[in-house]
């Protein structure tokens, strides 16, 4: 106020007076009822203003001019910059892509030719009432357009319409958009009567199935090679005739990204696609894919395959309606040249059976999943009954690779099963089980409960006598397979469970007796007993050659398998030692026993698994360029995916890696239960492999000998940036490490019960040592005392709590997957 006044009374008086006058001129009329002064035009006063008339340029016009210069400017400067932004924002599109079915317009040939006016007047249609159906709903602002691109027949009768929805809005918005609310939008719009009690209501004046509505977020990438212009590599392929193989060329050779192939079959059958060998680039389907899907677009809810690796072996997939869609993706898809695929129409099969069964011993007659042996599709049931002619006789069912279980809270992945009334749970292994129901009658029914195709089930039946499962002679296994009685306690894991290995009184040869007398069932029986193997020594026959012992170079078969590689010469010519190549830890020797921060550079092959940055998982490096972890750190779609981790190499303090490497490629055990935590083992390649040059800072861990057993009491060590306390809520900074007891698998299967020959425990009956959260993955490396070497025991899996008394770690027993690894390493042996 003060500074107003002050600048007022600054100001020239004269200055302030014409302004005054020019006002009262300049404006005629702004006074109402007053009329201007009027003079005489030759008698006008002389006035001084207009003599000494002010020049137009003068400083206050220029600034003036100058400020309403800058004004406009920046007004332009601001709508062209408002324009750019909406404009680029604007670039955002969102891709839906769906189906469903019509079921009040019948299907003419027509509909084939897109360019047809058949086509084109009932792909209007559906594209008006798509549009108004989004045009009136929440997302109208952001609605752009709807296209059909296949109007095809189907096994339900009427039309089948495949569409995208292309939604446009600012990035920013973009989070606001959920796949189920787009979805719901169009589902919400169906009129469905409740007095009818059907599925088919009406969507804007056509009967559409409800159930048959499917819409999942789509890509723009596959928008375009379908709709776009670039669909050169698209193709349909018609079907009309049974029992021929069709086969599915690739045409395209030039470099492209994507091709489409949409299978179309005579209405009232089904496709089977073949694959009898396909070359991909094999890292989890990033570059290179096949992926097969129930519908002729791709919809990711209708996938029922996804092939990311190269095969050999025929695969075959079988569509739960009359089309079906392959889609290649390769950066070169004349790589994709290397596949060999047919596809045939196959008749819907029924899935059920009623059966009566022989009193003959053993196994009578199969059944098995429908489509045998192709993968069988997502949505099956299936029923059997049996009948026994003894009340006496049950039916025992051997599950090839399989097993049930009963049904947990938990979900259940691969079937489940109803056998009289009961529920049970069913799972892939790698090797059969039996499963007995002591009753004449039995009624069986499965339905699949994986949402993708599932692998092949085959079942042998037969009776079996009810008081006595297993022939006389013979040991029943808690897999449920018999065995005769002579391989129980021999060491080998006869059961696949290692139920005949368990409650094993262990008789041992006197080895430390001053002189040796070579008497007794352990002794000279090719199983080294002694720890300097002295109760093999000398002996004068050698044991004959079986599956079971391992033969030397020399042809004598000498000892058993799990010598091998064990660091001592069993062989004459020691050929049990030849090629076991890992390196022994120079490092070792220079360990803190009982401290809990590790020594830098003590477990070089420890790494720390990285999701989006942070530290997950552990792993071990096994090679240059792989390294062994658990399954579970990889379940689930985001984390199975190897993108978003990364493996940190020779590292202690978290964060601070010597190598850093992406994830080339994720192999999860195809066996892995995420229930139980059986097979819980992943192998990882690194898109780089670690140089050379940090070979001391970096090194591999030995994998066990194939069937190596382990003695309970051997000391061992884990390691990792994990939980440091059960109640910690992050992991430690420097990596850890504790010393921990192998221990009795008897003893870990009587605390937790379900411990399988897949799992080890570790750790000390007191608690307090073990691994925890944030450890999993990581490595349990045991040291042979024969040759120094460090040895990757087991892979932290799970533990009830961390630390507590009577409840140690369990880890995966790594002797058990050495074929496996092999299969993906080869390099390692
Ligand atoms: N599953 C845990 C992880 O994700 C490891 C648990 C190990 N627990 C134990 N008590 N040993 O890191």
Redesign the pocket.
């Known amino acids: 106020m003060d500074k107003e006044s002050n600048e007022a009374s600054s100001k020239p008086a004269d200055l302030k007076i014409s302004n005054i006058s020019i006002q009262v001129v300049s404006v005629p009329g702004r006074l109402p009822g007053r009329r201007p002064l009027r003079r005489p035009i030759g008698k006008a006063r002389p006035n001084k203003q207009s003599k000494k008339r002010a020049p137009f340029w003068n400083v206050q016009n220029k600034i003036i001019l100058f400020t309403l210069f800058l004004f406009i400017l920046a007004v332009t400067a601001w709508t062209l910059l408002w324009l750019y932004i909406s404009k680029t924002e604007s670039k955002d599109a969102f891709y839906f892509v769906g189906m469903f079915r019509i079921t009040n317009i019948e299907f003419l040939p027509e509909y084939r030719q897109k360019e047809s006016r058949e086509f084109l007047s009932v792909a209007r249609t559906v594209q008006q009432v798509v549009n108004l159906v989004y045009t009136t709903s929440a997302f109208s602002k952001f609605y752009k357009q709807s296209v059909v691109a296949d109007v095809s027949s189907n096994n339900k009768g009427g039309l089948l319409v495949h569409f995208w929805i292309v939604f446009v809005m600012p990035h920013a918005k973009g989070h606001i958009f959920c796949e189920d609310c787009v979805a719901a939008i169009l589902k919400d719009s169906i009129q469905t009567s409740i007095i009818n009690r059907t599925s088919v209501g009406s969507l804007q004046g056509l009967a559409v199935d409800m159930d048959s509505v499917v819409l999942n977020a789509g890509l723009r990438s596959d928008y375009s090679s379908t709709i776009g212009s670039d669909k050169g590599c698209s193709q349909y392929f018609y079907a009309d005739h049974l029992s021929l193989r069709y086969p599915l060329e690739i045409s395209a050779t030039s470099g492209q990204l994507m091709c489409h192939f949409k299978l179309v079959a005579i209405v009232g059958y089904l496709i089977r696609l073949s694959v009898e060998s396909i070359q991909l680039e094999a890292d989890n389907c990033i570059t290179d894919s096949i992926t097969i899907y129930d519908a002729l677009l791709p919809i990711r809810s209708t996938v029922l395959y996804r092939l990311c690796e190269p095969t050999k072996t025929l695969m075959s997939f079988v569509s739960t309606n009359n089309l079906m869609l392959v889609t290649l993706k390769s950066p070169y898809i004349r790589r994709l040249s290397g596949i060999r695929a047919y596809f045939e129409v196959i008749p819907e099969q029924k899935c059920e059976n009623t059966v009566l069964v022989k009193e003959i011993p053993g196994f009578e007659g199969k059944i098995s999943s429908p489509y045998y042996p192709s993968y069988y599709p997502p949505k099956c049931k299936c029923t059997w009954k049996f009948q026994t002619p003894l009340s006496t006789l049950g039916i025992a069912l051997k599950f090839h690779n399989y097993s049930i279980t009963k049904k947990s809270a938990k979900g259940c992945e691969h079937g489940w099963w109803e056998i009289n009334e009961h529920m049970y749970c069913g799972s892939y292994v790698d090797h059969q089980t039996i499963f007995r129901v002591p009753s004449p009658l039995v009624h069986i029914q499965l339905q699949c409960s994986s949402r993708l195709s599932d692998k092949p089930l085959l079942v042998e039946y037969g009776s079996y006598n009810i008081s006595q499962p297993c022939p006389v002679g013979s040991f029943r296994c808690s897999s449920g397979l018999c065995i005769p009685q002579t391989q129980r306690c021999d060491g080998v894991n006869d059961c696949f469970d290692e139920s005949d290995e368990l409650f094993c009184a262990t008789i041992k040869p006197a080895c430390d007796v001053p002189l040796f007398r070579q008497t007794g069932p352990l002794v000279c029986d090719g199983f080294r007993d002694c720890e300097n193997g002295q109760d093999e020594h000398n002996c004068t026959q050698s044991i004959p050659c079986t599956n079971r012992t391992f033969k030397c170079d020399n042809d004598i078969c000498f000892k058993k398998q799990n010598a091998r590689c064990d660091g001592i010469a069993d062989c004459p010519d020691g050929s049990d030692e030849d090629s076991c190549s890992c390196s022994r830890s120079s490092s070792a020797l220079h360990r803190i026993v009982g401290g809990a921060d590790s020594l830098e550079g003590a477990w070089p092959w420890q790494v720390s698994l990285h999701f989006v940055g942070s530290a997950?998982?552990?792993a071990s490096v096994i090679s240059r360029e792989w390294l062994l972890s658990?399954a579970?750190?990889f379940h689930g779609n985001r984390l199975s995916d190897p993108t978003p981790w990364t493996a940190h190499l020779g590292m202690y303090v978290q964060g601070n890696a010597k190598f850093v490497s992406p994830v080339r490629r994720i192999v999860v055990h195809e066996y892995y239960n995420s229930q139980t935590?059986d097979y819980d083992i992943a192998l990882l390649q690194l898109s780089m492999a670690w140089p050379e040059t940090l070979k001391q800072l970096i090194q591999p861990i030995c994998i066990p000998p194939a069937g190596q057993k382990v003695r309970s009491g051997e000391k061992c060590w884990?390691t990792?940036w994990?939980?440091r306390h059960?109640a910690d809520n992050k992991g430690s900074p420097v990596l850890q490490q504790a010393e921990v007891e192998l221990i009795d698998q008897t003893l870990c299967v009587s605390t937790y019960g379900i411990i399988t020959s897949r799992m080890l425990c570790a750790?000390v009956m007191s608690g307090k040592r073990?691994?925890?959260?944030?450890?999993?993955?990581?490595p349990l490396s045991c040291r042979r005392k024969t040759d120094g070497k460090w040895i990757l025991t087991g892979i932290?899996?799970?533990?009830?709590?961390?630390?507590?008394p009577t409840?140690?770690?369990?880890?995966t027993r790594v002797s058990n997957f050495v074929p496996w690894i092999h299969k993906y390493v080869p390099s390692l042996l």
């Open positions: 997950y998982c552990g658990a579970h750190c935590f884990v990792g994990g939980r059960e750790g073990d691994a925890c959260k944030g450890d999993s993955g990581g932290v899996s799970w533990g009830h709590g961390c630390g507590r409840f140690p770690g369990v880890y």
